[in-house]
């Protein structure tokens, strides 16, 4: 392994080791010991599956060590427990949690600095991957967790009052794209290989749909038509009595929302957050428009009509920086809709990459000639109908497990996840003439 994929290795594990100690040390040990919700784990299961990873893939794997404590890999396998179950297992104490992460940790970066084997760099970028993918995780318990706010983090940069306004939707020009990558060294199987799709002119919202816009069809008596709902997301809005974004509660005319333990106004301006796929759906077909499928967001987001190749992010190559998106768990909430002018993709549209996740119209599936690596359970057994692609990473999400071609899968009925969505809609047959 060359020594700049190493030193990137290097820096992303630490950085994900800082994100999770924090999420983790903000709390009393009785608070990370107790389940705050049945949809995800107690964080101490977080703490110690990370670390029981890392054991698997880094210190037997990639370096042929016998492994610190493959006797816990029961226990700490996603697969084998649900997250209901995982408060009642005979779980490490919070003390031994962190124990087992540092002890892992200190070998894996010894594995690391010793050159592994070539062929296990891409091990090192997964496991740095997964650990982030549990700070967001873990992120998304703090909120459901009741009780004063532990977390902080300063807002967002107001966008410049002085910017012209926002055409509210851009045209992405019909053609074929280059869907996906075979290159990309971090590249996770879903993400592979690339391949060329066909995708006409369609008209894609400039920015995520806000609050003040989804406010709108709350208003509109959306969530009581069934005019605008999937059957089966009727059905799920009545099963579990839905009538407005997950954390949002009404204050006589005013609406209000939960976030880490803070109660403050719904700020009009922010992408909508906390939506299930079924209710951006709904808005999607109240507002006469659709949700993008994943390749017209993957094309809207990587597309450039004058390069021969697609690009890694919106924006470029350069790695996400502090100008181009809201990454990273910097700030604790979406910026306002318009924002990051300097991320801007090649068709115009805003903020694709970070704030909030997007729902897509599709489901999940492989890419033609996928083949499945490092294991089935990574991504193959999720492949069908029940999940639906969300594409672009959140605010919690971390620069390194970013890109353009990164893909992410959830049931249509979730909404603990920091999700939101936008529309689209198909272009006339003389568009862009
Ligand atoms: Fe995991």
Redesign the pocket.
Known sequence: MATPVRERARIALSAARRRTLALADCLPDAELTEQHSPLMSPLVWDLA??AN?EDIWLIRRAGGRPGLRPDLDPLYD?FRHPRAERPGLPLLAPDQARRYLADVRDQALDILAAAPPPGHGFLFGMVAQ?EQ??DETMLATHQLRRGPAVLDAPAPPAPDPGAPPLPAEVLVPGGPFTMGTSTDPWALDNERPAHTVEVPDFWLDTVPVTNAAYRQFVEDGGYEDPRWWHPAGWRHRQDAQLTAPGFWLRDGSVWLRRRFGHTEPVPPDEPVLHVNWYEADAYARWAGRRLPTEAEWEKAARHDPAAPAPRRHPWGEAAPGPAHANLGQRHLQPAPAGSYPDGAAPCGARQLLGDVWEWTASSFTGYPGFAAYPYREYSEVFFGDRYRVLRGGSFATDPVACRATFRNWDLPVRRQIFAGFRTCRDAPEDAGA
């Open positions: 599956h990370i990873q996603a997964h993918q549990h």
